[in-house]
């Protein structure tokens, strides 16, 4: 059923029950976000997609649309609320761009761009996470990691559906962890997804550095707004 929806005072006809990220994205209306992946279920970890829907902040992944909704993407406390989002993300982690193999093809870094973030106004951590090597064809360099869950959720081992990924411990013992007996079962464009559906560069693939020029990358040719970019949802 099509309804209507305010966004930023303007007038949009959308699908009743749609995700508001997915609606304000077909309006036109491009709003951040780094766990989402489009036409798959919300994970609502980074809360980077965050706008007021009748004044309240809230994650536009999460919330489905109404009609009469008023929702503020643009509105300052918002916009900078986003930012500081992202800010931490950087501040927690070791995000060292100009030496990152994934760079120029990081989420993480387009989307630092997009928010026009210079420097992350929380003080830098630096974690010391020991990075794994164990998998055959896959490596983790864990101080990059932004606990986003896309992995853990979105790449099964295709036989059992179990999860290759996880998450251990908490706050700031927290680490992903990869199951290597199961990793070693992943076929290379199993791989290739685990690789492109991480939004940082913590899931590298092994013997396959700087494989394309940097100048030629994927949000260096394209912009982070198109979300038809997105990896796909692997499938169990
Ligand atoms: S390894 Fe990548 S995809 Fe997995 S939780 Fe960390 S940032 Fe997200």
Redesign the pocket.
Known sequence: MSIRIKVDGVEVETEGGAALIDAAAAAGVYIPAL?YLPGHPALGTCRVCSVKVDGRIVPACTVTVTDGMRVEVADADVTDARKALVELLFAEGTHNCPSCEKSGRCTLQAVGYEVGMLVSRFPYQFPRRVADHAAEHLW?DRD?????????EFVRDRDTGAKI?S?SGRGSHAR?EIDAELADRMPPEQIRTAVD????G??LAKGVGYDQPIGARRYEVESVRDRTLEPQRETP
């Open positions: 766990c983790l990059r990691c932004i606990f986003c869950q896309r992995c853990v990924f998450i992903i559906i991480c939004p940082t913590t899931i």
